[in-house]
Nanobody, 126 residues
Framework: VQLVESGGGLVQAGGSLRLSCAAS????????MGWFRQAPGKERESVAR????????YYAASVKGRFTISRDNARNTVYLQMNSLKPEDTAVYYC????????????????????WGQGTQVTVSS
């Protein structure tokens, strides 16, 4: 599976962005997906995750209520809608995939994912 993120950019605090992650391959629907971010000097952290059919979603406490993860299996794409952005959301955002048809499995630990995109920069100005 190859993953390509898009939609990053520069936005003022309080603004919104929608990230997209397009996946290649015919088995996208068999993968749980996650969005992670990494700020300079910090470890990569989980932001949001979604199970293979989209039935379950999980969020980091820092983004809950502001970010929404979704997926369109017909388009092989996962999205991250980010609202009410804060300067502390500034980071490189990555999407990741792990092969799983569990209805509840979408891990928060980066090492559990098998495939990664190249990342897209999100910068939030104050």
């Amino acid at each position: 599976v190859q993953l390509v993120e898009s939609g990053g950019g520069l936005v003022q605090a309080g603004g919104s962005l929608r990230l997209s992650c397009a996946a290649s391959g015919r088995t996208f629907s068999s993968y749980a997906m996650g969005w992670f971010r990494q700020a300079p000097g910090k470890e990569r952290e989980s932001v949001a995750r979604i199970t293979w059919r989209g039935g379950n979603t999980y969020y980091a406490a820092s983004v809950k209520g502001r970010f929404t993860i979704s997926r369109d299996n017909a388009r092989n794409t996962v999205y991250l809608q980010m609202n009410s952005l804060k300067p502390e959301d500034t980071a490189v955002y990555y999407c990741a995939a792990v092969n799983s048809r569990s209805y509840s499995y979408a891990p928060s630990r980066a090492h559990e994912y098998d495939y990664w995109g190249q990342g897209t920069q999100v910068t939030v100005s104050s």
